[in-house]
């Protein structure tokens, strides 16, 4: 069974940076493709980043693209989302997920992002 256990949230201002990390255990890692969503409040989940089973090819929403990066490291099993310039459209609770069995088949328990004006 597969895990996957966020952290690195909080409370910040407009322009800061933040690096959330997700690590994932029970489970065959270097096979995944791995992604982030974010679900801001009162609205429906988004899919925000994407990276291949080897960490390269990621892919960005338009919302972020040139503020975050994502990387994946299968030595340590991690995930990262490496934030700058922050916004505060950019609050939500951040998750991230594994492509495994042709969908996007576990989640982690998500993560709380709350940028200040």
């Known amino acids: 069974q597969v895990q996957l256990v966020e952290s690195g949230g909080g409370l910040v201002q407009a322009g800061d940076s933040l690096r959330l990390s997700c690590a994932s255990s029970?489970?065959?890692?270097?096979?995944?493709?791995m992604g982030w969503f974010r679900q801001p409040p009162g609205k429906d989940r988004e899919w925000v980043a994407s990276?291949?089973?080897?960490?390269?090819?990621?892919a960005y929403a338009d919302s972020v693209k040139g503020r975050f990066t994502i990387s994946k490291d299968n030595a340590k099993t991690t995930v990262y989302l490496q934030m700058s310039s922050l916004k505060p459209e950019d609050t939500a609770t951040y998750y991230c997920?594994?492509?495994?069995?042709?969908?996007?088949?576990?989640w982690g328990q998500g993560t709380q992002v709350t940028v200040s004006s």
């Open positions: 997920t594994a492509f495994i069995g042709g969908q996007w088949g576990y």
């Open positions: 029970g489970g065959a890692f270097s096979r995944y493709a």
């Open positions: 990276i291949n089973t080897s960490g390269g090819n990621p």
